[in-house]
Nanobody
Framework: QVQLVDSGGGLVQTGASLRLSCAAS????????MAWFRQGPGKEREFVAA????????RYGDAVKDRFTISRDNAENTVYLQMNALKPEDTAVYYC???????????????????WGQGTQVTVSS
């Protein structure tokens, strides 16, 4: 079965950096678009970033553009989210996700994704 394991969250100060990781198993990782979403306290789940199966195309949410970078290592079955210049409003649980089908689009809607990691908490203090 497909399993996504998120890690790398923590408590940091404004302006700091963090790198999240998502280790995938149970799927042909190199054929799947991968995405990151986040859900802050009292907020709906929000699209953060997505990357196509070979890493050729990326897409970012407006709130994180120019600060966050999504990347992947298909040899390690892992997708990363490098987060720089963190702000208190970035505080959220971050989830990686993928669809059940290969070669998916860079979808912004959470309903387009079938498998989710357990989430990793990122807290940015002011």
């Amino acid at each position: 079965q497909v399993q996504l394991v998120d890690s790398g969250g923590g408590l940091v100060q404004t302006g700091a950096s963090l790198r999240l990781s998502c280790a995938a198993s149970g799927l042909v990782f190199s054929s799947h678009t991968m995405a990151w979403f986040r859900q802050g306290p009292g907020k709906e789940r929000e699209f953060v970033a997505a990357i196509t199966w070979a890493g050729a195309r990326r897409r970012y949410g407006d709130a994180v553009k120019d600060r966050f970078t999504i990347s992947r290592d298909n040899a390690e079955n892992t997708v990363y989210l490098q987060m720089n210049a963190l702000k208190p409003e970035d505080t959220a649980v971050y989830y990686c996700a993928t669809a059940s089908y290969a070669y998916g689009h860079l979808d912004l809607e959470s309903r387009s994704y079938d498998y989710w990691g357990q989430g990793t908490q990122v807290t940015v203090s002011s």
